[in-house]
């Protein structure tokens, strides 16, 4: 392999990488409840930052969205660069959408799902202060995506609705 194909290789796992991260985290953060993260912010840090992530749940997952997508574009982006670079233009896409897709479902998205799924409080707290820095860094892009599905769900007839805290988070 080439210095540029190694290059190529590394910024993919980086990118399978970040995208199971991503994925895990959106799973954990949407698992716990409002008020169970209420809780958490009274034992420390993380805990508020997981609290004001989930005061704003639709900036927080549409910066996650963002994120993840970019992750998973790019990774698809530089395995097809790669592929073709190792078998060709003609199978090299085929090889890098197979390979990719399989990838990407097992590692940045099922077993991480799986993980955070089974222990929300213990992932998300890990991830709560990355994934608010990430948002962050990332709001002025996500503002942009969130008004423009704002609007989309408008001309569906459905409109934003305010966040409440039922009998059942309560429980």
């Given at each position: ?44 840090r993380r805990g508020r930052r997981l609290e004001t992530l989930l005061e704003d749940l639709e900036d927080t997952i549409g910066a ?76 002025p892009i996500t503002a942009v995506f969130v008004a423009l599905s704002q609007a989309i769900l408008r001309l569906f007839g459905v ?13």
């Amino acid at each position: 392999m080439s210095p540029l194909q190694i290059g190529l290789l590394a910024v993919l796992t980086v990118c399978i990488g970040a995208s199971g991260f991503l994925s895990g985290s959106e799973t954990a953060i949407v698992a716990v409840p409002r008020e169970r993260a209420h809780q958490l912010a009274q034992q420390g840090r993380r805990g508020r930052r997981l609290e004001t992530l989930l005061e704003d749940l639709e900036d927080t997952i549409g910066a996650l969205l963002v994120a993840n997508n970019f992750v998973n574009i790019l990774g698809a982006s530089v395995a097809t660069a790669l592929a073709i670079a190792l078998v060709g233009e003609t199978w090299g896409p085929w090889l890098a959408t197979v390979v990719v897709t399989a990838v990407i479902l097992i590692v940045g998205e099922i077993t991480p799902k799986t993980l955070a799924a089974r222990r929300p409080d213990r992932f998300a707290l890990a991830v709560a202060p990355t994934i608010y820095r990430l948002s962050r860094i990332l709001d002025p892009i996500t503002a942009v995506f969130v008004a423009l599905s704002q609007a989309i769900l408008r001309l569906f007839g459905v409109s934003p609705s305010s966040a409440t805290i039922t009998e059942e988070d309560i429980r």
